[in-house]
Structure formats: structure tokens, C-alpha cells
């Protein structure tokens, strides 16, 4: 059976080219991470810029906002992890943190860690309550690490996509994998766990046009998602609604149903390769980082 989906456009905002978007847990912003090297804070009930400011001349690939520290953290291709107050835009840190363009940051729900991956194959915990000390290198990967995001279920344990055509599971006390999962054919952009009852699984999207949903216990292939005509950049699991979402260079957002894996909705708002997905907890919005800007929607389930 088939969503009832009635998608509200909320606004656009035409910028530079976005490489990440992250809404703030309690406020009416979107951090947004830009190709220039500049991080800007919206907000979307005024539809005003309310931060802007320059992080590095290279771009700024992943900034995520650490509420509870009032923090921003951005990682950026000059390998620089750099840390902000974004009430007064102080700089509190910066560190050469890899060896080549970071492209992903995630930050632990709880504890004091931040995980990074980057270019040069390797993934870093870093421990900011122990001056942003690197507690563990994990490594395992034969290509670019493109993005690393945490089990929301179990905090110990984390996802990674690599160009190298695999997703790798891992547990925050140890430097190897815990397995792989294999079958892209291609290198794998973007990742997002969901949760159904108490059994994770995992969304990827990948550089092979697909996306492809995961069963951890069998750790096998349940579905792939067909349909995108290029290389499919972004993904997420709605945490409020019954929705899978894939953007994908082909300038697409696709919105599929998270239990039938029919596709529901495309979507083009004609800003260019979509690039990012930003929603949190608790609300319908979703918003979108492409190549000439971003555009935040509302999505109402009418059968809810």
C-alpha cells in the first residue's frame, strides 16, 4: 500500500555549492557546509543567514553542530578538524587531524567523541574532554572513507562507506572491523542506520546508481533501490516517518516507503546535484544541500 505523502516546499536558499546540512536539536537552524570553505548558520522560521563566516580557502566537506558543548565542528579538505562557539564564533581548537581531505564527521550522543574519516583511508575517535586527544585509529578501508555515522541503538559500534565498494562495522574499543558488508559495485558514498523493533539496518548509497538496505543479523543485502541516473550521494532514514530518502548527482531527491521499498516521490527542485540530507528527531522537515543551494520541505504522512 502506497504512502498518503504531501510535501510542503518551506524555502530555498540559494548559496555557494553545499557539502553538509545538520539541524540543531532545539533551534530553528541549519548548519551548512560549503564547497567555498564557509559555514553558515539559517534560520528557517525567520529565512535569514543569522552566522556566516570563512573556515579554510578549501572546502568545508562535513560541520556538525555539538549542542550540549554549543559547539560547531567542521572537517575540511586542508585535513584541519576546527571547532567554534556558535554564540560568539569563537575558535576554541584547531588540528591537523589527517592526511588528506576529511570528508565525514560524527559526533557521539553521549560521551565527549568525535569520530572523522578521510582520504587517507583511516578513521580517528578523537576525545575532546581529554584536549581532543586521538584515542583510536581504525583502519581497514583500501580507498577513500566517505562517510561514518554511529549506531543509534548501540553507541559503541559505527558504520563506514569507502570508495573501496564496502560498508565496514566496527566497535569503538577495537582498531579492525568487526565484518563488511559487500555487494556495490561500485564505491559507496553515503550511509544512515535504521532501527525497526530492536534489529539495525543499515541504508548506503553508491557511486553504482543504487541503494542498497541492509540486514545486519544476515548481513546481507535485503533490497536495492533502482531508479537514480547518477551516482546516488546522500541517503537517510527518516526517524519520524515511514520514508527512506536517497539525493543523488542526477539532481533527484527519491522518497521511497521504508517497509514495501516502493518508490513514493521524486522530487527536483532544479538546484543542481543534490549532496546532502540534514533532519532531526521529532519533526517533518527535511532539508537538502545541492549545488546552488539549499531547500527545506515538510513532509506530512496524511495517513498518520
Known amino acids: 500500500?502506497?504512502?498518503?505523502?504531501?510535501?510542503?516546499?518551506?524555502?530555498?536558499?540559494?548559496?555557494?555549492?553545499?557539502?553538509?546540512?545538520?539541524?540543531?536539536?532545539?533551534?530553528?537552524?541549519?548548519?551548512?557546509?560549503?564547497?567555498?570553505?564557509?559555514?553558515?548558520?539559517?534560520?528557517?522560521?525567520?529565512?535569514?543567514?543569522?552566522?556566516?563566516?570563512?573556515?579554510?580557502?578549501?572546502?568545508?566537506?562535513?560541520?556538525?553542530f555539538i549542542a550540549r558543548e554549543k559547539w560547531i565542528v567542521a572537517g575540511t579538505d586542508d585535513a584541519f578538524i576546527r571547532v567554534y562557539n556558535y554564540e560568539t564564533m569563537e575558535k576554541i581548537i584547531e588540528f591537523e587531524a589527517h592526511k588528506d581531505f576529511i570528508r565525514s564527521v560524527a559526533v557521539h550522543p553521549t560521551l565527549p567523541y568525535l569520530l572523522s574519516a578521510s582520504d587517507d583511508k583511516a578513521i580517528k575517535l578523537w576525545n575532546w574532554e581529554e584536549g581532543w586527544k586521538c584515542t583510536r585509529i581504525f583502519e581497514g578501508h583500501s580507498h577513500y572513507v566517505m562517510q561514518v555515522a554511529i549506531n543509534p541503538k548501540d553507541t559503541n559500534t559505527f558504520a563506514s562507506g569507502s570508495l573501496d565498494g564496502t560498508i565496514k562495522i566496527w566497535n569503538i574499543?577495537?582498531?579492525?572491523?568487526?565484518?563488511?558488508?559487500?555487494?556495490?559495485?561500485?564505491?559507496?558514498?553515503?550511509?544512515?542506520?535504521f532501527i525497526s523493533g530492536d534489529k539495525p539496518y543499515l541504508l548506503s548509497g553508491s557511486d553504482d546508481y543504487t541503494a542498497?538496505?541492509?540486514?545486519?543479523?544476515?548481513?546481507?543485502?535485503?533490497?536495492?533501490?533502482?531508479?537514480h541516473e547518477h551516482n546516488v550521494s546522500t541517503v537517510c532514514v527518516h526517524p519520524e516517518l515511514p520514508i527512506l530518502i536517497t539525493g543523488s548527482e542526477d539532481g533527484t531527491v527519491r522518497i521511497w516507503h521504508a517497509a514495501t521499498f516502493v518508490l513514493e516521490n521524486t522530487l527536483n527542485y532544479d538546484l543542481g546535484r543534490v549532496w546532502a540530507v540534514g533532519y532531526k528527531k521529532g519533526s517533518s522537515q527535511v532539508v537538502f544541500g545541492c549545488d546552488s543551494g539549499m531547500v527545506m520541505i515538510k513532509i506530512i504522512d496524511s495517513d498518520i
Open 212 to 227: 542498497k538496505f541492509w540486514d545486519f543479523e544476515t548481513k546481507s543485502c535485503v533490497r536495492t533501490l533502482e531508479g
Open 173 to 193: 574499543g577495537s582498531s579492525a572491523p568487526s565484518f563488511s558488508l559487500d555487494g556495490h559495485s561500485k564505491g559507496v558514498n553515503c550511509i544512515d542506520y
Open 1 to 64: 500500500m502506497s504512502l498518503s505523502l504531501k510535501i510542503e516546499k518551506q524555502f530555498a536558499q540559494n548559496t555557494e555549492r553545499v557539502k553538509s546540512v545538520d539541524l540543531h536539536p532545539t533551534q530553528p537552524w541549519i548548519l551548512a557546509s560549503l564547497y567555498s570553505g564557509t559555514v553558515c548558520i539559517l534560520n528557517y522560521e525567520s529565512q535569514t543567514i543569522e552566522k556566516s563566516f570563512k573556515v579554510a580557502d578549501s572546502p568545508v566537506r562535513s560541520a556538525k
